[in-house]
C-alpha cells in the first residue's frame, strides 16, 4: 500500500519561496505522481507532476516560471520548489501518485493515492 506524507508547509510572506517535500513508501517509484492544491471552498486543482523517472514535467499555467517539481528516486521523495509565492498560491497542497499519468495530470479523475495535505499560507 502506497503512503505519501507532505511537509515544509507554512505561512510566508508574498514574494517568499517554500519548497515542499512529499515522502513515498511501499513501491511509488513505479508510479506518476504530482502536486495538487485546495483552496478554501474550491475543488483540488492541479499543481504540477513528473513522470515515472523525473524526465517529464508539467505545470498548471498559473505556476509555469515559479514552481519546480522534482524527484528523487533513490530517496523515494518528490519536492516542489515555490519561488516568488503570491496570496492566491494559497492553499492545502496534496501530494498523489498514480498509475496513468493522466491522473496526476488532473486530466482524469481518480487518482489513487492522495497524502493529507499539507498548508500553505501566503500573506499579502
Known amino acids: 500500500q502506497v503512503q505519501l506524507t507532505e511537509s515544509g508547509g507554512g505561512l510566508v510572506q508574498a514574494g517568499d519561496s517554500l519548497r515542499l517535500s512529499c515522502a513515498a513508501s511501499g513501491g511509488a517509484s513505479s508510479l506518476y505522481m504530482g502536486w495538487f492544491r485546495q483552496r478554501s471552498g474550491e475543488e483540488r486543482q492541479f499543481v504540477a507532476s513528473i513522470s515515472r523517472n523525473g524526465g517529464m514535467t508539467y505545470y498548471a499555467d498559473s505556476v509555469k516560471g515559479r514552481f519546480t517539481i522534482s524527484r528523487d528516486s533513490a530517496a523515494n521523495t518528490v519536492s516542489l520548489q515555490m519561488n516568488a509565492l503570491a496570496p492566491e498560491d494559497t492553499g492545502v497542497y496534496y501530494c498523489?501518485?498514480?498509475?496513468?499519468?493522466?491522473?496526476?495530470?488532473?486530466?482524469?479523475?481518480?487518482?489513487?493515492?492522495w497524502g493529507k495535505g499539507t498548508l500553505v499560507t501566503v500573506s499579502s
Open positions: 498523489a501518485a498514480d498509475p496513468i499519468e493522466e491522473r496526476v495530470r488532473g486530466l482524469l479523475y481518480g487518482v489513487d493515492y
